[in-house]
C-alpha cells in the first residue's frame, strides 16, 4: 500500500512545535504533501530538510514567511519538478512534483498550494487567473501521465462541503465561479455528454466518501469557536487521474491533534511506488 498524507501547516516552524513531525513518525506515511511552509531555504537548513527520516523537496515562495510546498518523501524521485511554468505564481511557490517513474509506469505526486481570495478583490482577481492558467498545465500532464495532486485548493466544492454554505455563497472559497471550476476540473464526458471538455479528475475523498458532511471538513477559521463547534470547510483535496484513484482504498482525516488550522488527510493507495 502507498500512504499519502495532505497537510496544509501554516507555517512549517509552528507546526512542527506542535508535534506535526513526532504524528508523522507515529504514522509512516510513504509521502506527505504540505503547504503554506512559510520558510525560505535559509530556514529549512540543518532543521528542516527531513521530517520522521522523510526527504523534503521544495518549492519556496520569493517573499518571506510566505507561501511554499513541499513533498516528503521516503521514496526517491526520478525528477523533480517546481514551478509549473507561470510566470506570475512559479514566484509565489505553490507548486512541488515528485515523478517515480518506470518502465511499465509514470507516476508523480504533487504538493499544490492554490491562492486566496480572501484578503480582497486583488487577491480574488489573481485567484481566477491561477485557476485559469493551471487547468490546461493539469491537462497537458494527465495527457502524459498518472498523477496524484495533493493540496489545500481553497474551494469548497459543493453544499455538503461547508457548514454554512447559505452564508457564504458570496464569499470566496464558495463563489460560483470557484465551483464551477471545480466541476469542471472533476467533469467526465463517458459520464455526462454534456461534459465533453471537462477534465475527468477524481476526488478521491468523495470518491471514498460521497455522503459525509460534518465530518469532512479539513479547514476552520481561527475566529471564534468555528473549531470547537465545527463549523468548517473542506479545502484539503487528493484528485487523482482515474486509473490512480481507482486504486484508493481507504482515507482519513486527523483531528485529535490540531496542528494548524488545517487537519491532515490522508489516503492508501493498493500500490507500491
Not at 43 to 49: L, P
Not at 90 to 102: I, K, N, S
Not at 132 to 157: M, Y
Not at 200 to 226: C, E, F, H, K, M
Request: aromatic letters at 10%; proline letters at 4%.
Amino acid at each position: 500500500m502507498f500512504k499519502l498524507t495532505s497537510l496544509n501547516l501554516n507555517g512549517i516552524r509552528s507546526a512542527t512545535t506542535k508535534g506535526v513531525e513526532a504524528w508523522i513518525a507515529a504514522t509512516g506515511p510513504d509521502c506527505i504533501c504540505v503547504q503554506e511552509v512559510k520558510a525560505q531555504a535559509a530556514d529549512v537548513r540543518g532543521r528542516f530538510e527531513q521530517l520522521a527520516g522523510l526527504q523534503g523537496h521544495f518549492h519556496f515562495a520569493e517573499k518571506k514567511g510566505y507561501s511554499g510546498v513541499a513533498v516528503y518523501s521516503k521514496h526517491v524521485p526520478s525528477e523533480v519538478v517546481t514551478g509549473y511554468g507561470s510566470a506570475e505564481f512559479d514566484a509565489e511557490g505553490r507548486y512541488v512534483e515528485l515523478r517515480f517513474d518506470t518502465p511499465t509506469r509514470k507516476l508523480s505526486v504533487i504538493s499544490c498550494y492554490f491562492p486566496s481570495g480572501s484578503s480582497g478583490e486583488l487577491r480574488q482577481q489573481a485567484k481566477f487567473r491561477f485557476l485559469a492558467e493551471f487547468l490546461p498545465h493539469l491537462a497537458r500532464l494527465k495527457a502524459t501521465r498518472e498523477f496524484i495532486l495533493c493540496g489545500d485548493v481553497n474551494i469548497a466544492h459543493r453544499e455538503m462541503d461547508l457548514k454554512n454554505w447559505r452564508s457564504n455563497q458570496k464569499n470566496s472559497g464558495f463563489l460560483p465561479e470557484e465551483r464551477a471550476w471545480m466541476t469542471h476540473l472533476l467533469a467526465r464526458a463517458d459520464l455526462d455528454p454534456l461534459a465533453a471538455d471537462g477534465l475527468g479528475l477524481v476526488d478521491v475523498y468523495r470518491l471514498l466518501q460521497p455522503d459525509t458532511t460534518d465530518t469532512a471538513y479539513t479547514w476552520w477559521s481561527n475566529r471564534g469557536q468555528a473549531y470547537a463547534n465545527n463549523v468548517g470547510w473542506r479545502l484539503d483535496y487528493h484528485l487523482a487521474t482515474p486509473a490512480t484513484a481507482a486504486l484508493a482504498r481507504s482515507e482519513h482525516i486527523y483531528k485529535d491533534v490540531k496542528f494548524s488550522d488545517h487537519a491532515p488527510l490522508t489516503v492508501e493507495y493498493d500500490m507500491v511506488i
